[in-house]
């Protein structure tokens, strides 16, 4: 591990002006490419205080040797360079998107001389037209089978164009009108070219033009009656409509625009991408990544702007691009896009109307891909098993932790304080094994206490299982073993509805875990070492993860141990302390819910649900209720003296509860119907 402070450029020694600069490691490897407006403010950023550093930068920085940079004239050939180094060196330090798939393109080779229509896959060829790209090379085919009615263009590949002019007879698709046949001259080259031409118009977006003219000409045909011309020419019409229907119309304007969206969590991130032409969506395409630098959503679209159009000109790029957060420079990247083009180009965050609708929905299709891959990327065998040697590993464990128990505790301002337990086994999350907990030993918020109280729970009922089962050796029993209570029902324990009796079965909380995880860092780590000591337990191992910085804690250390990012086990013990935050708030928003549901009415014996509604539908709401005599109470039909005697004094021992306030506005808010306030 190298110090910063051993390569660190001399004072000065930086320029003051816009640049690119290259962080080699110790075998001159280029490991991270940036560029910056001001060379010098933005390395000076690198060579601080490494525990002000991210984590990501952190690592690049003690992994570099030595640092190098290039001075140019304006922001926009800084992008442009940096676009062009990260493509020649591939650093192992910068975001590189990765395709999930090779996407089919539907691709007309105006360089040839009879241009053809196919379908292509990876690196773009110059003087090939593309569109796409398309989920499918299926929707392609079909697409191009509807438009050969019209625009029948060369499908066949260069041997079979060769044979077909050797032997002056065409193919099939020649005989049934779906290709003109240059090959044994029905047309000219300039003629088959017009015909290449309109129908990379038409799949550009300038649909009307055609459809308007081929009614115009059946019109024309009709009147004149030749119908067999214009039947054709009507079912040419149906074909176009048919594949411009393959494309749902999108945006009413005909807008040319590319639309960007980006789903991201603590490691990765997936992109995604729609293409609209003429309004409709034309193709579509997607990245997933990992992040393994410090990098936001915004410097996420950048580089997906740099990936998107590096190797495009034209009209490739189209006129607006719209993206969900702007660049650190919008001006420079909406500069180095319009270069490309060779005219304007918009760069902006849609704000309203049927533009940021549509962004919604590529925001979800991310928001899908990237669940997608975790979902991927956690069923297969190999890569469970790689993150769990590697949690084995990092942790110094004896053997891989199969089972690992995860715990977190959720409130909400210290009250409502539940927590939860999730289990994994073999890397795999065993829902039928979560458990959620109420915490009941004290009043309030204090995470660390709570932490020590839950785990001391789960394993003073792992004891006791152990003691019932007989699974000790004869002998003391440890400290923390209790004898399990005759009835326990009603504490509020979940555990309570385990089976008492010897059934034979082993009771799934006889099976202690290899590992537990504590959401948070030392203080909760310590209080959950400290429960399993108290209890006499020394086999179980116990680690904290961090979120803020995704650092992973062991007891009585001092420091973390910083797994890389692009670690397995990393990756697990996220998901896994992810799963064990969303079971608990899942569970507080519940216990919450209900006690604002409650009423006083619930403490009166014998009123069920019907009455409690035609008293509140008699006065309104509770505090009208209260406010009501024994005999005003007693005209709400169904209620007799003895229950109205009961309801006010319920009512009467309630103590008043301090006026809920809008905190938005001020305003207090009144009780409602069963005394929630809303």
């Known amino acids: 591990m190298a110090d910063p402070s051993s390569y660190r450029p001399k004072p000065g020694q930086i320029p003051d002006s816009p640049g690119v600069y290259k962080f080699r490691d110790e075998h001159r490897r280029v490991i991270y490419v940036g560029k910056a407006k001001s060379l010098r403010q933005r390395l000076a950023n690198y060579f601080q205080d490494l525990a002000n550093l991210h984590p990501r930068t952190r690592t690049m920085v003690t992994t570099a040797a030595s640092v190098e940079w290039t001075v140019v004239a304006t922001e926009v050939e800084a992008l442009q360079l940096e676009y062009s180094w990260i493509k020649e060196f591939d650093p192992r330090f910068n975001v590189k998107y990765r395709d999930d798939k090779s996407y089919p393109y539907l691709a007309v080779t105006l360089n040839e001389e009879f241009p053809r229509v196919q379908v292509m896959r990876g690196a773009k060829k110059k003087g090939v037209r593309y569109f796409g790209p398309y989920g499918h090379a299926w929707a392609i085919r079909e697409t191009v089978d509807l438009m050969l009615r019209v625009f029948p263009v060369r499908t066949c590949s260069a041997g079979v164009f060769k044979n077909a002019t050797r032997t002056?007879?065409?193919?099939?698709?020649?005989?049934?009108?779906?290709?003109?046949?240059?090959?044994?001259?029905?047309?000219?080259?300039?003629?088959?070219?017009?015909?290449?031409?309109?129908?990379?118009?038409?799949?550009?977006?300038?649909?009307?033009?055609?459809?308007?003219?081929?009614?115009?000409?059946?019109?024309?045909?009709?009147?004149?009656m030749e119908y067999e011309r214009a039947a054709r020419l009507r079912d040419d019409v149906e074909a176009l409509k048919r594949a411009m229907e393959k494309s749902a119309v999108v945006l009413a304007d005909a807008t040319d625009a590319d639309l960007i969206a980006v789903a991201e969590d603590e490691l990765e991130a997936a992109v995604q991408i729609f293409h609209v032409r003429g309004g409709r969506v034309r193709g579509q395409r997607g990245w997933v990544t990992d992040k393994v630098e410090a990098v936001d959503t915004s410097g996420l679209v950048e580089h997906a702007l740099q990936q998107l159009y590096g190797e495009e000109t034209g009209d490739s790029v189209p006129k607006e691009v719209l993206v969900p957060a702007l660049p650190e420079?919008?001006?420079?990247?909406?500069?180095?896009?319009?270069?490309?083009?060779?005219?304007?180009?918009?760069?902006?965050?849609?704000?309203?109307?049927?533009?940021?609708?549509?962004?919604?929905?590529?925001?979800?299709?991310?928001?899908?891909?990237?669940?997608?891959?975790?979902?991927?990327?956690?069923?297969?065998?190999?890569?469970?098993?790689?993150?769990l040697e590697e949690i084995a590993e990092a942790l110094g464990l004896d053997t891989a932790p199969l089972r690992i128990e995860c715990f977190d505790i959720s409130h909400l301002q210290g009250d409502d304080v539940v927590a939860s337990m999730v289990v994994f086994e073999d890397g795999l999350a065993r829902k039928s094994e979560y458990r959620r907990f109420q915490i009941k030993g004290f009043e309030g918020q204090d995470d660390v206490r709570s932490m020590h109280e839950v785990i001391g729970r789960r394993f003073r009922r792992y004891l006791q299982e152990k003691e019932r089962t007989g699974e000790w050796e004869e002998g003391p029993a440890p400290s923390g073993a209790v004898p399990v209570p005759e009835t326990a029902a009603g504490d509020g324990d979940p555990f309570d509805n385990e089976p008492r009796e010897d059934d034979g079965r082993p009771k799934r909380f006889a099976y202690p875990p290899q590992l537990v995880v504590v959401d948070g860092g030392q203080p909760q780590v310590a209080a959950a070492k400290r429960a399993l000591d108290e209890l006499g337990i020394d086999d179980i191992a116990v680690c904290g993860l961090a979120k803020r910085l995704e650092e992973v804690w062991l007891p009585d250390d001092d420091d973390p141990v910083v797994l890389p990012r692009s670690s397995e086990g990393l990756y697990l013990l996220q998901r896994v302390r992810d799963e064990a935050h969303r079971f608990a708030i899942t569970y507080q928003r519940a216990k919450r819910a209900k006690r604002i549901r409650?009423?006083?009415?619930?403490?009166?014996?014998?009123?069920?649900?019907?009455?409690?509604?035609?008293?509140?539908?008699?006065?309104?709401?509770?505090?009208?209720?209260?406010?009501?005599?024994?005999?005003?109470?007693?005209?709400?039909p169904g209620i007799g003296r003895r229950t109205a005697e009961s309801v006010a004094v319920a009512l009467a021992s309630t103590t008043p509860a301090a006026p809920a306030v809008n905190t938005a506005t001020g305003e207090i808010i009144e009780e409602d119907d069963g005394g929630s306030t809303t």
């Open 168 to 224: 002056g007879r065409p193919c099939l698709l020649g005989y049934i009108g779906k290709c003109s046949a240059p090959c044994v001259g029905r047309v000219t080259p300039e003629e088959h070219r017009e015909l290449a031409d309109g129908f990379c118009d038409f799949m550009a977006g300038r649909t009307g033009t055609y459809i308007r003219r081929l009614e115009k000409d059946m019109m024309a045909a009709a009147e004149e």
């Open 329 to 387: 420079d919008p001006e420079a990247v909406s500069q180095w896009l319009a270069d490309r083009r060779g005219s304007q180009v918009s760069l902006r965050i849609p704000q309203r109307g049927d533009k940021k609708d549509l962004m919604v929905t590529v925001q979800r299709n991310a928001q899908q891909a990237l669940g997608l891959h975790k979902t991927k990327r956690a069923s297969d065998l190999t890569t469970r098993s790689r993150a």
């Open 598 to 636: 409650s009423s006083p009415l619930d403490a009166v014996a014998g009123l069920g649900e019907t009455r409690k509604q035609a008293l509140i539908k008699h006065f309104g709401s509770v505090k009208k209720l209260k406010q009501a005599t024994i005999d005003e109470i007693c005209e709400v």
